[in-house]
């Protein structure tokens, strides 16, 4: 049996993480973080009511600033750049699968584990290595690669997510809702008497409204067409993003698509749908394998889906990831 750290949310995914390990006989510690936000301490009430009632303890970490400077200062950046943010993923990344983990290592515990709906298998391969001092003599090594796959409810997937997560990070977590769907989580909360068994679904990004993290003041600009045509007025582009449809403010008939945006020239682009199909991308900070043969997914919803085929709405500085089966193997920044 092993001391494991679950991160507790105050959610269902994550109680249920944390009871399922429990009941396998495992040390379970309870870890969650503070960012500074000033709807906190609901989620954070309910993340030690949560421990309480599983019997765990409960260590918080402060991670306001980290926060401040690397997820919502990127967002606002992003936006302003002219390109579409994926906090998600960055978050996951650098706080929630970064500083929290490691926090946890350093109280003794041995696994990290969290609610997400994502499996990873440890791949443990002999090879072969020179010795240092490069005799004629080698050494056999055991290597342990992580690989991180979808999970069982393919509804509620979140590995895209979790692409960039450290190779490191990842050979020490558990994802223990990674072969059950959420109806049998629920069931199992329902069981045990957990008061969030009913709990709706919070978004993965807790950081607000986005555009009151952008923080810049309206500036009237036009939407044109791919052609340069005039057809309305916005008050700032970081207001809109790739695939929009609704909202537009441009009068009706064939609908129009967000389809580019131009941060110099303070411009809203759109076109027919037509218009925002793609059939290649440019990627940019990649990690893993990058195959454009592969089937991608280019957002978090829905299936992966191939290059060839073209895809609608991909949006600069959202991730591309590539997908073998049910296996991420690679995934990177859209950057055209």
């Not at 709807?39 to 918080?60: C, N, Q, T």
């Not at 709706?200 to 807790?206: L, M």
């Not at 919803?301 to 991730?319: T, V």
């Amino acid at each position: 049996m092993m001391k494991i750290a679950v991160g507790i949310s105050g959610g269902v995914d994550s109680a249920v993480a944390a009871l399922l390990l429990k009941e396998q006989g495992h040390e379970v510690v309870g870890v969650t973080m503070t960012l500074g936000r000033a709807d906190e301490a609901k989620s954070l009430a309910e993340a030690k009511a949560a421990a309480e009632r599983l019997g765990i303890p409960l260590k918080v970490f402060d991670f306001s600033a980290e926060w401040q400077r690397d997820i919502l200062q990127y967002v606002a950046e992003t936006y302003l750049g002219g390109q579409t943010p994926n906090p998600c993923v960055r978050c996951n990344e650098m706080v929630k699968f970064g500083l929290l983990p490691r926090a946890a290592f350093e109280l003794g515990c041995e696994r990290f584990a969290t609610g997400h709906y994502a499996r990873v298998l440890i791949e443990h391969r002999d090879t072969e290595a020179q010795r240092i001092d490069n005799t004629s003599a080698s050494l056999r090594l055991c290597v342990s690669k992580p690989r991180l796959l979808r999970a069982v409810d393919k509804t509620k997937d979140q590995s895209y997510f979790l692409y960039r997560v450290k190779p490191e990070i990842l050979a020490k977590t558990i994802f223990p809702l990674g072969e059950l769907t959420k109806t049998e989580v629920r069931a199992k909360a329902r069981q045990f008497g957990l008061e969030v068994a009913d709990k709706g679904d919070s978004q993965d990004f807790c950081g607000g409204d986005p555009m009151k993290i952008v923080g810049a003041a309206p500036r009237e600009g036009n939407i044109v067409t791919t052609g340069g045509k005039v057809l309305g007025k916005h008050l700032g582009f970081w207001n809109y993003t790739i695939g929009k449809r609704r909202g537009l403010g441009i009068g009706g008939g064939t609908p129009y698509y967000v389809v580019g945006l131009n941060a110099e020239r303070n411009e809203v682009i759109v076109g027919f749908k037509d218009a925002s199909i793609r059939y290649d991308i440019e990627l940019t900070d990649s990690v893993g394998e990058i195959d454009k043969s592969l089937p991608v997914k280019v957002r978090s919803a829905g299936e992966p889906r191939l290059l060839k085929d073209g895809i609608a709405g991909i949006a600069p500085g959202q991730s591309a990831v590539f997908y073998r089966g049910d296996e991420i193997v690679g995934g990177g920044i859209i950057s055209v």
